[in-house]
Each structure stands twice: as structure tokens, then as C-alpha cells.
């Protein structure tokens, strides 16, 4: 899991880049297309490994896990959050500030995310904490009745909103809701059914079927999701290909082929994998948009004059310097791994 996570990570870099430096078109962005995959691993992951860890304490042991984790998870968005608002704050002195930036700042920050990318922290808390509660309080019908509704919901809304909107009705809701939450893409309906595929797997669910069954199934429903979201595209369903239902199916045997997984032994790389993914993840937007938003002009145009391999390879080198120092200066300077 280290090393896939690791991998997402770096195909969610190259996805951005390719959007909005590099600007590809065809196979190349199609291929870092796969970047789709990464959110929701990162949701499923989260899941599993907070509740490996959740299934062995008893009930008080349980609620100090979760309240530690809470913090932690809390003081990774602040920071960051602060990290990126001075970049915020440097384009409103550069270019001006309205009234209306701020509100709209602090609306987006309150209902999304400080930034964009690291509304991953804020949803995969109120994820955990609805799987978290439901567990706890809910049987299991509710629980997953109420997952399976979240999930149809956000993807129905999500990546075929052009489709549920044709009556008035329902489009005078949705537009309601985009005006107040902005996205789909949140804890609640993106996030929930993620974090459930984790606790699912965490407490052994479909424990019987062997690697050699969910391997096949993994490319099965990975492919099954590159043609749902090729159609999801071709025929204007949504502009978000993200949220399709294949994806469900796909990440779930994905995690179970991987806590199958035997032929990989663990090393201490495999470590820095799973660190450097979360890094790499949260500090891309300091190259990507940040850091080239104070920056004149003329230094984004020359970026982006530049052939698209050297623009590719610019952000991801970039990028990994950036993720690799911080890793390693964290080894001295503990309160950086705050960041991570």
C-alpha cells in the first residue's frame, strides 16, 4: 500500500500538471488521467489503517485513539492552511483587494477547503468521524443503507449532474446546493463510501476471496471505471469523471489485492513511500499554483513555452526535492512532521 500510495501521489502531480502547465491532449492525457485513482485510495487507505488500528483497543482506548487522531489530522489542515493563505494573502496586496475575496475565502474555507488539494484533510476527517459515530451507534443496515445512499447520491450529482438536472425541480436543489457547498467532492459524499470500503476491509470483510480472484478485478473494474469515465466525458454527462460508480468496486478489490499482497518485503523505503506520498500530496499546490501566483506573469508563460516532457519533469522534480528535504530535515527538527 506504501508504494502504491506513493505512486497515486506522483500520477495526481502529473494529472494537475498536465491540466493546467503542460495542457496535454490524447494518450498522454489520458494516462495521467489514472490520477483519478488516487483520491479515493487515499480515502480507502485512511479507512483501513485508522481502523486496524481502532479494532484492537477496547471502548476508552477507542475514543482517546480517535480524539489523538482527530488532533493530528487537525493540526496537519491548520498548518498547511496558514502555509498556503500567506500565498492568498500575497495576491490580494499584489492585485488588490475587493470586499467580496475575502467572504468568498472564508465561505470556501468553511463548507470546502482552505485550498485546493488539501481539502483531502478537512473531508477525510468528516469522513472517519461519520464512519466513526455510525459504527458505534448505528446496526449495521442503517450503516450500510445509509453508505450506498451517499454513495448514489454524490455520484449521481457528482459526474452525471447534466443528466439528473434536466427538471426544473432538481435543478433549482442542485444549483442551491453548488451556491452553499460548492462541490460534491466532500467528506460527506465522497469520502464516506471510501473510508467504508477501509472498515470493511479492516474488520476482514470478504476475507475468503483469494488474491488470484481479486487481482483480475482490480483491472477489471479499473477498466470498467477508464470506460465509464470516457463516456461520462464523450457524451457531456458532467465535466467531473471522478465520481463514477465503477470506482467503488475497482478500489475495493485494489486494497484487498494489496493487503493480500505477499511478494514484497517490507523495507525501510517502503517507510519514506508513505511518507513522501502525503507530502508530495499536500505540497504540490505550492508549485503548481501558489508559489507562480505571486510570481510575474512572464514566468509562467516561459514554464509553459517550455516542450511538455521538461514541464512534466520540472514539477515533478521540483516537487519531490521539496517532499524528500522536509522528510529528511524531519528526522531533526521533529515539529515537521506536522506536515506530513
Known amino acids: 500500500m506504501d508504494i502504491v500510495k506513493f505512486i497515486m501521489a506522483l500520477l495526481i502531480l502529473m494529472q494537475h500538471t498536465a491540466n493546467e502547465w503542460a495542457h496535454s491532449t490524447g494518450l498522454v492525457h489520458a494516462f495521467f488521467g489514472l490520477g483519478n485513482f488516487a483520491v479515493p485510495f487515499f480515502f480507502a487507505c485512511s479507512g483501513f489503517l485508522f481502523f486496524s488500528k481502532f479494532n484492537t483497543l477496547d471502548n476508552r482506548g477507542q475514543k482517546d485513539y480517535y480524539r489523538k487522531w482527530s488532533i493530528r489530522i487537525g493540526k496537519m489542515y491548520l498548518v498547511w492552511s496558514l502555509i498556503y493563505f500567506c500565498f492568498v494573502f500575497a495576491g490580494w496586496?499584489?492585485?488588490?483587494?475587493?470586499?467580496?475575496?475575502?467572504?468568498?475565502?472564508?465561505?470556501?474555507?468553511l463548507v470546502f477547503s482552505t485550498y485546493a488539494t488539501i481539502w483531502f484533510l478537512p473531508a477525510l476527517w468528516i469522513g472517519v468521524s461519520i464512519v466513526y459515530w455510525m459504527r458505534r451507534h448505528c446496526i449495521k443496515a442503517v450503516f450500510w443503507t445509509t453508505v450506498i445512499v451517499l454513495l448514489i447520491v454524490g455520484n449521481l450529482f457528482g459526474s452525471y449532474s447534466n443528466v439528473m438536472t434536466h427538471n426544473d425541480v432538481v435543478k433549482s436543489a442542485y444549483d442551491w446546493y453548488m451556491d452553499v457547498f460548492i462541490t460534491w467532492r466532500n467528506g460527506l459524499f465522497n469520502a464516506v463510501p471510501y473510508i467504508a470500503i477501509g472498515?470493511?476491509?479492516?474488520?476482514?470483510?470478504?476475507?475468503?476471496?483469494?488474491?488470484?480472484?481479486?487481482?483480475?478485478?482490480?483491472?477489471?473494474?479499473?477498466?470498467?471505471?477508464?470506460?465509464?469515465?470516457?463516456?461520462?466525458?464523450?457524451?457531456?454527462?458532467?465535466?467531473?469523471?471522478?465520481?463514477?460508480?465503477?470506482?467503488?468496486?475497482?478500489?475495493?478489490?485494489?486494497?484487498?489485492?494489496?493487503?493480500?499482497?505477499?511478494?514484497?518485503?517490507?523495507?525501510?523505503?517502503?517507510?519514506?513511500?508513505?511518507?513522501?506520498?502525503?507530502?508530495?500530496?499536500?505540497?504540490?499546490?505550492?508549485?503548481?499554483?501558489?508559489?507562480?501566483?505571486v510570481l510575474p506573469d512572464r514566468v509562467s508563460e516561459c514554464i509553459k513555452a517550455w516542450p511538455e516532457p521538461y514541464i512534466y519533469l520540472f514539477f515533478a522534480v521540483v516537487v519531490l526535492c521539496f517532499s524528500i528535504t522536509v522528510e529528511r530535515l524531519s528526522a531533526k527538527y521533529g515539529f515537521l512532521k506536522i506536515l506530513w
Request: charged share 15%; proline share 5%.
Open 93 to 109: 496586496v499584489d492585485r488588490g483587494l475587493s470586499w467580496g475575496q475575502p467572504a468568498q475565502y472564508f465561505h470556501r474555507a
Open 199 to 293: 472498515l470493511l476491509l479492516a474488520d476482514d470483510g470478504l476475507n475468503k476471496i483469494s488474491i488470484r480472484v481479486s487481482l483480475p478485478l482490480t483491472v477489471l473494474f479499473c477498466g470498467a471505471f477508464i470506460i465509464e469515465a470516457f463516456c461520462i466525458t464523450r457524451f457531456h454527462f458532467s465535466t467531473a469523471t471522478d465520481m463514477g460508480f465503477m470506482m467503488y468496486p475497482a478500489i475495493f478489490f485494489m486494497m484487498h489485492s494489496l493487503i493480500l499482497w505477499r511478494w514484497v518485503k517490507p523495507r525501510p523505503i517502503w517507510i519514506h513511500c508513505r511518507n513522501l506520498s502525503m507530502l508530495i500530496f499536500l505540497s504540490q499546490r505550492l508549485f503548481l499554483s501558489a508559489i507562480p501566483g
